[in-house]
């Protein structure tokens, strides 16, 4: 049984190839608001009688694949410094430079 450009299934399932599409395109990993837009447009293209009888290709919405890379870009390469498995030289503190002057074991009056 056709009605207006829609097809739809013999008895009280109206609609049943439709919500089949839907179902399908959801398994396909296609969201279902995609397909239920476009029944909506339908519904209301099929009350009105002037645009019964033309074609709705020019009303229907025509969504695009996107296909989105979600990698993210490598930043440019940066160029390493050679590895040392040993650490740098941790710095003199005040108190080895008094050590190494000999200045640590002199009394206050001394230094001054």
Do not use: C
Request: hydrophobic share 30%; no cysteine; charged share 30%.
């Amino acid at each position: 049984m056709v009605q207006g450009n829609t097809v739809s299934a013999i008895g009280p399932f109206s609609g049943l190839k439709e919500v089949r599409k839907v179902v399908l395109d959801t398994m396909k990993n296609i969201h279902p608001i995609y397909n239920i837009k476009t029944l909506m447009i339908k519904r209301e293209l099929a009350k009105d009688s002037k645009l019964r009888l033309q074609s709705w290709e020019r009303f229907l919405p025509q969504f695009k694949h996107k296909n989105v890379n979600k990698r993210k870009e490598p930043k440019e390469k940066t160029v390493k410094k050679e590895y040392t498995p040993f650490p740098p030289p941790q710095p003199e503190s005040q108190i080895d430079k008094e050590l190494a002057s000999g200045e640590y074991f002199l009394k206050a009056s001394q230094k001054k």
